[in-house]
């Protein structure tokens, strides 16, 4: 199997949560001792709305979860 951005992704979070913390952490001082630019504003914007539709999204089906749970009940 190639090592993709998405296939890291899947096996980041098949971990428990103790070693995506340690995961993560590692990430993070290594991303902030590459030479890249800031990001824009745009990109930031961009970034800000996927996680707005992923976090709605979420929402949704949380209340469908529990729409399903009131009506079995």
């Known amino acids: 199997m190639q090592a993709t951005p998405q296939n ?3 096996a980041f979070n098949q971990l428990p949560e103790i070693e ?4 993560a952490s590692e990430i993070i ?3 902030a001792l ?3 630019p800031p990001l824009t504003d745009a990109a930031l914007t961009e970034i800000a709305d996927a996680l707005f539709v992923e976090h709605d999204k979420m929402e949704a089906e949380d209340a469908q979860t529990k729409s399903r749970g009131s009506l079995a009940g």
């Open 8 to 10: 890291i992704l899947e």
């Open 20 to 23: 995506k913390h340690v995961i």
């Open 29 to 31: 001082k290594q991303v």
């Open 34 to 36: 590459l030479d890249i």
